[in-house]
């Protein structure tokens, strides 16, 4: 993060609700003490509230205080509060008078307040902005195979909120999103809910999820054909799973838009971590004004293991869809022998491996590992930096790898057979 410039940090930590009539943390809000030394740290406070007066002069006082010591260090806090809009100008005040318990305030706010009456009254009660340029449409009343929901970030909606913010008159950053979702939708199009704590591979090569369109701005949408799972979440036969992450391209629009449109700088929601639901890598993000594809080679790696390497700054992003059948999803890494030479091969990182002989053959014979001279490793993505070991991959006594080839199909520039690097550095293709 120091290397791409980043200096701040806004850091959730902790939630508060209306209990009893008054704000109330709904577990102790999280130290930001030596939380990320070197960098600037605001603490995030997100508020929850189905009160019809959240904003009362005890409630303001109560919250003053309670939030006075979650921003002692940093002398700042920022709030995070998707404000109804018959409430942005009672909103407004209290925010203003939280000043004498938090000096510096800054706010995350919805992209259409710029047009409602209370948004002056916001400008003058806060020290900056952040409106977060995603989900600006909802969830649909209806999803269908004809009727896919929005994408989290839609090009088509995103130059004219930006530049409704042109005209804010204090300092706003762009809230962008990085994160990935997915979202059961029952048979009549009505959302169930999000799906936890799930990987690519929990769908994407799922026997009983059907592709019903190719993804369109990070959006695919899946039909369950049985009752089944995905990730541990029951979904029922008919209905819908579908799968939202952040466009690439749609992201670096928005990212080379918001300082034209007078942002101070752009957010990224959530920040990047190994699991997959906080979608792009940072070090994709890193390059994201620049264009390039994802370098996958394969080396040898120790004990009787093959690794697949990602050595771009770009990530190999999950493919969900293709154009052979609605079943054409993720990658393969094939692994070639001239003769009969595995004698064992266990799929490690990757989703499954097969084995087959006469691969050539316009239908190929699938075999035991010891009588294979072909090998199949699916994987559903690989980020940049990123690496996928097999399993214990076992040659015969008087077999070599230097006479193995691999590819990868449906990567971009890796369908022609390469040798297998056996010194851990890319080998060059005879």
């Known amino acids: 993060m120091r290397r791409q410039g980043v200096g701040t940090l806004f850091w959730h930590v902790g939630e508060m609700e209306i209990r009893g009539g008054v704000w109330t943390w709904k577990s102790p809000p999280l130290a930001t003490t030596a939380l990320a030394p070197g960098f600037r740290v605001v603490p995030v406070v997100r508020l929850t509230s189905e009160a019809k007066t959240p904003f009362t002069p005890e409630r303001i006082e109560g919250l003053s205080k309670s939030l006075q010591p979650v921003a002692a260090e940093s002398q700042e806090a920022q709030i995070d509060f998707d404000c109804p809009d018959r409430l942005l100008d009672s909103y407004a005040s209290a925010l203003q008078s939280l000043r004498n318990a938090v000096p510096r305030i800054s706010i995350t706010a919805l992209t259409h307040w710029p047009r409602l009456p209370g948004f002056a009254a916001l400008t ?6 952040t409106p977060m340029f995603y989900d600006m449409q909802g969830d649909p009343t209806g999803v269908g195979p004809d009727a896919p929901p929005p994408p989290i970030l839609d ?4 130059e004219p909120a930006m530049r409704a913010w042109s005209a804010c008159p204090i300092p706003w950053r762009a809230g962008l999103p990085l994160f990935a979702r997915l979202t ?52 029922n036969a008919g209905e819908f799973v579908v799968s939202r992450f952040t466009d690439r391209s749609a992201l670096a629009r928005a990212a080379a838009l918001a300082p034209a449109a007078g942002a101070k700088g752009v957010v990224f929601f959530r920040l990047p971590d190994d699991t997959d639901p906080a979608g792009a890598s940072l070090r994709d993000l890193g390059a994201l004004a620049a264009s390039g594809q994802p370098h996958l080679i394969l080396r040898k790696s120790a004990d009787e ?9 770009f990530d190999l992003p999950p493919r969900l869809s293709g154009e052979k059948s609605d079943r054409d999803r993720g990658y393969a890494l094939e692994i070639d022998a001239p003769a009969p030479v595995f004698r064992e091969a266990l ?23 010891p009588l294979a001279t072909r090998l199949t490793f699916w994987f559903g993505q690989l980020r940049a930096g ?40 890319p080998a060059t293709p005879p």
């Not at 003058?124 to 902005?129: K, L, P, R, T």
């Not at 990567?411 to 390469?418: D, L, M, Q």
Request: charged share 20%; glycine share 8%; proline share 7%.
């Open 124 to 129: 003058h009660s806060v020290d900056e902005i």
């Open 155 to 158: 090009p088509a909606t995103l």
């Open 184 to 235: 059961v939708f029952d048979h009549t199009g009505l959302s169930r809910g999000q799906i936890p704590n799930w990987s690519w591979e929990d769908f994407c090569f799922h026997k009983d999820l059907r592709t019903l369109a190719p993804t369109r701005l990070g959006v695919t949408l899946f039909r369950a054909d049985a009752a089944t799972r995905v990730a541990a979440t029951p979904v």
């Open 305 to 313: 293991q093959l690794e697949l390497v990602n050595d771009s700054s």
């Open 347 to 369: 799929a490690g990182d990757f989703w499954r491996v097969a084995a087959h002989a006469n691969p050539e053959a316009k239908k190929p014979i699938p075999t035991l590992v």
């Open 386 to 425: 990123g690496s996928l070991r097999t399993g214990l991959l076992q040659l015969a006594p008087d077999g070599r790898l230097d006479g193995v080839r691999y590819r990868i199909i449906h990567c971009e520039g890796t369908a022609e057979w390469k040798p297998i690097s056996l010194s851990g550095t």
